[in-house]
């Protein structure tokens, strides 16, 4: 869905606009000449838009801030996202990751965990480790 709208239009009886008034959030979107419009990615669905839009203000400042540390220069928000990762800018600006950030499923099974994650932690000795696994 790119939020154009027309889905309502041709079907306003059976689809209408709700009574919630909002905004979506989306970063690194780019239109350069060569290789057309790109889309950028969703960061929030929905939030709501009510004077004096302090939620929205928030969550745009923390990207500002993480872009300018982080960012190289001359480099777009969208750029320094696929560089350092979108769970990077998630971690940044506290929003929890939802199936909507999701643009195309894992191409490999494997999901490392950091140890924080893992509800009752793990012990491991690395020493012990390296012990088992001589090389």
């Known amino acids: 869905c790119v939020r154009c709208m027309h889905c309502i239009n041709t079907m306003p009886r059976a689809l209408h606009i709700g009574?919630?008034?909002?905004?979506s959030?989306?970063?690194?979107?780019?239109?350069?000449?060569?290789d057309g419009a790109q889309m950028g990615s969703l960061l929030v669905p929905f939030i709501p838009a009510e004077e004096p839009f302090d939620e929205i203000?928030?969550?745009i400042e923390k990207i500002w801030d993480w872009w300018m540390e982080e960012g190289k220069n001359r480099e777009r928000v969208g750029e320094t996202i696929k560089r350092l990762s979108f769970q990077k800018l998630l971690e940044v600006t506290e929003?929890?990751?939802i199936p909507q950030h999701v643009s195309t499923p894992r191409a490999n099974p494997?999901?490392?965990?950091?140890?924080?994650?893992?509800?009752?932690?793990w012990s491991r000795d690395?020493?012990?480790f390296r012990q088992r696994h001589q090389r």
Do not use: Q, S, T
Not at 19 to 23: F, K, V
Not at 26 to 33: D, N, Q, Y
């Open 126 to 128: 690395i020493k012990a």
């Open 25 to 34: 959030i989306l970063v690194g979107a780019k239109a350069p000449i060569l």
């Open 95 to 97: 929003i929890p990751a």
């Open 57 to 59: 203000k928030a969550v």
């Open 110 to 121: 494997y999901i490392l965990f950091k140890e924080e994650e893992v509800p009752g932690g």
């Open 19 to 23: 009574d919630e008034r909002g905004a």
